[in-house]
């Protein structure tokens, strides 16, 4: 069992990494003929990072938008990413848990905000109507990761020590260390976590590197002073 | 088609977004399909190709690796509903294919289903609907065509899109693909046609042409005394100006270009107008295809050259002003010939109001007294471009222009303007009659925001710098209860308030009046 998971891991994490890049590269290399920035924008490079920097980290169109959207999910990716950068602690002690620790409530505002989104993806008529079974099932999924991690934390404790030897020696494919707790509920979450992984790259979740790449979002409004061609058009 | 009795909407206190969608409202809309002599002349099938199916998966696949927008929006739309209430055919029509996402997943279904692993692992399956994929049927080709002419490609939802997804894009990208299977829209094609053999939109030859604009010499002189000149084709003019062929005869466009006549006069530069190029509109950006929109704008230079002028002004015109200012230069550039100290394009309101603030116009405010006047932002100047040199300064350029002839201006709701603008209810290639109770349900909001100045402030008249917008209103106006001359140009403003040198007519308040002002 500690092997298929390590095998599992080894193969979800060769699927994002290989999936996001290769969508990475289509991204980069799929021309952008025409100059099409939602105006008014940035008339330099600098205030597109700006743009760009509000718009990732604030999520400013969504707050423009929808206030309730916007509140369930900014609090949804920030406790994403203060978990996520949480986690660090269980690969090699790369945090020190005085950091860590306060960080694990961020659990909660994810939680939180996923039940939100949910919610609002249930009871909003308009967006009911958009929802695919996929879209609610990935909320679910999220969910579900969410909830196993917390009680690992809060509930019943997890050996974290064990788990902290099974991924050193799954990082250093250190076979003979491969042992995973027997915990049903960090087995749940890490079959989860490599589920998620492995979507990622075929699923709307490419909204995270795909956001860079938006032309309406990343582009200098510049068109009179820079005469832009796409390789493709300039052979017409 | 558009045969069905419909009722006209009733104006609300405030904009209502219908919260229960109503399924199929409008899926009987649909516009004139494009005969074989419209599709021809662009380069399209003439009729529907027998393999439509494998013709839209290539013209789709062509098209996704072109465009990154289109792959990228394809992609990453995480379905989170920012977009469903922000597009006016959804605020006028109910029909939740009108939300912008759900119109984006009548073409994303079959990228999900033809393109994506997701989709080709549940296609096989049986079950593509699981991921928002669906296998592709005639019929869907017939339904893509009703809803992505029921876009107007005005961009509102992109602004509030959290990724920036432009269902503009998409529109574009799915009547281009349509197009190609044989599925033409006859309005948009049937006036490219008209652009290449006669030289614009309306197909006013030159003989027409040049009386239309001796006429119009006629009126200003027998108006003002002044001998105001619109020439055509004059060699060696400084300013080639490039307007919609609508301002040669339409209410209240014509208005609009006296007015620059007058303002040119005024400013003392030469000018003229070119009978090859006599159209500013580009409706190859509203059928999405590039070859088209470059073909059109070759025409633009190709006039510059020959007539050898130094700079190039737009008329009042939204979606021209976006290909003019966004485009121009990647598809008929570099315009190394012209002089590069003005701005290449120049928009006629950045001329104007560089003309007010040096103080060459004279100006009487009063002259504009018994109007109250707002402005109706257009879509693609407030969202898919720029007037002047800062971001935003397409919002403030109007503005202060109108400001500067009228004593009376106030905004709409601030959720109605600058970037927040709902369009006209006519833009992006549905301004055609056959599409009448879209164009009327769809110009439910601004109608709303309208009527709440019109009870506040006592708004008597509406600006626009949009020639589709002038038509639009002209004809939406009466359905909600005003009247069809409350839509006006920011150039018939500016005409009305400017007393040109030597004029005889006006009595000699004129100088008080404007110190008063």
């Known amino acids: 069992m500690s092997l298929a998971f390590a095998i599992l891991f080894y193969v979800a994490t060769l699927v994002l990494v290989v999936g996001v890049a290769f969508k990475v590269v289509q991204y980069s290399k799929t021309p952008a003929p025409l100059k099409i920035p939602t105006t008014p924008a940035p008339t330099t490079t600098s205030g597109v990072v700006m743009r760009m920097f509000r718009e990732v980290v604030f999520f400013e169109s969504l707050f423009k938008s929808t206030i309730w959207t916007w509140i369930f999910a900014w609090a949804f990716h920030m406790g994403l990413f203060a978990v996520l950068f949480r986690h660090g602690r269980y690969f090699h002690d790369l945090l020190p848990a005085v950091i860590v620790g306060p960080l694990k409530y961020a659990a909660f505002a994810m939680i939180i905000g996923l039940i939100g989104l949910l919610v609002r993806r249930f009871a909003v008529n308009r967006v009911r109507y958009i929802s695919a079974p996929s879209d609610y099932a990935m909320l679910i999924l999220l969910l579900l990761i969410g909830i196993s991690g917390s009680m690992m934390t809060f509930v019943s404790h997890v050996d974290i020590v064990g788990v902290k030897t099974y991924f050193d020696a799954w990082m250093t494919l250190d076979f003979d260390n491969l042992i995973l707790p027997p915990d049903p509920v960090l087995r749940i979450h890490l079959f989860l976590v490599a589920v998620l992984m492995l979507i990622f790259p075929i699923s709307k979740l490419l909204h995270a590197p795909g956001i860079f790449f938006s032309p309406t979002r990343n582009q200098v409004d510049n068109p009179r002073e820079v005469r832009h061609v796409a390789e493709w058009a300039e052979k017409l | ?517």
């Open chain 2, 1 to 517: 088609m558009a045969t069905k009795e419909f009722t006209i909407p009733e104006i609300q206190e405030y904009i209502e977004v219908p919260d229960a969608p109503i399924p199929d409202a409008t899926a009987h809309l649909s516009p004139f399909l494009a005969k074989p002599m419209h599709q021809e002349p662009l380069g399209f099938p003439e009729e529907v190709v027998d393999d439509w199916k494998g013709e839209t998966l290539e013209a789709m696949g062509d098209l996704l690796g072109k465009y990154r927008g289109l792959r990228v929006f394809m992609d990453i739309c995480v379905k989170c509903g920012s977009c469903t209430d922000k597009c006016h055919y959804y605020i006028g029509t109910a029909d939740p294919k009108n939300m912008p996402v759900a119109r984006q997943d009548l073409l994303r279904r079959v990228y999900r289903r033809y393109f994506t692993f997701a989709g080709k692992f549940w296609g096989a399956l049986g079950m593509p609907g699981f991921v928002g994929a669906a296998d592709l049927k005639r019929e869907m080709l017939d339904e893509m065509y009703s809803y992505y002419h029921q876009c107007s490609e005005c961009r509102r939802c992109s602004v509030f899109c959290p990724y920036g997804i432009d269902t503009a894009e998409i529109t574009m990208a799915a009547r281009e693909i349509l197009a190609r299977v044989g599925i033409g829209q006859k309005y948009n094609n049937e006036i490219i046609g008209k652009v290449y053999t006669i030289g614009n939109n309306l197909g006013l030859p030159e003989r027409a042409l040049e009386d239309t604009l001796e006429g119009l010499e006629e009126d200003i002189e027998d108006e003002t005394g002044v001998a105001v000149k619109l020439p055509l084709n004059v060699k060696g003019a400084d300013i080639l100006l490039i307007t919609p062929s609508a301002d040669f005869f339409a209410e209240p466009h014509v208005d609009g270009l006296m007015g620059y006549a007058k303002v040119f006069h005024e400013a003392g530069v030469s000018w003229t107008i070119s009978s090859s190029a006599s159209e500013a509109a580009n409706f190859g950006m509203f059928i999405g295809s590039y070859e088209n929109m470059r073909k059109i704008s070759l025409r633009i230079r190709e006039a510059a050259l020959e007539l050898g002028v130094k700079r190039i002004i737009f008329g009042e015109c939204g979606h021209a002003w976006r290909v003019a200012y966004s485009f121009l230069n990647t598809l008929a550039g570099p315009f190394d010939f012209l002089d590069q100290s003005y701005p290449i394009p120049q928009h006629i309101l950045d001329f104007t109001l560089g003309e007010i603030e040096k103080g060459t116009l004279n100006i009487d405010k009063s002259l504009n007294d018994e109007m109250v006047v707002t402005f109706h932002d257009s879509c693609n100047v407030a969202r898919a471009s720029r007037i002047g040199d800062k971001p935003g300064s397409q919002f403030t350029i109007p503005r202060a222009v109108i400001k500067a002839v009228c004593n009376n201006y106030v905004d709409m709701d601030p959720d109605t303007i600058y970037e927040k603008t709902f369009c006209c209810g006519g833009g992006g290639g549905l301004l055609t009659d056959d599409l009448l109770e879209l164009r009327i349900k769809g110009g439910l909001p601004r109608m709303t925001a309208l009527q709440t100045v019109t009870e506040e402030y006592g708004v008597t008249h509406m600006a626009a710098i949009c020639a589709i917008c002038k038509s639009q209103f002209t004809k939406i106006l009466p359905y909600y209860g005003f009247d069809m001359d409350q839509i006006v140009s920011v150039h018939q403003l500016v005409s009305s308030a400017l007393i040109l040198t030597g004029q005889v007519d006006e009595d000699d308040d004129t100088e008080s009046g404007e110190e008063a002002a």
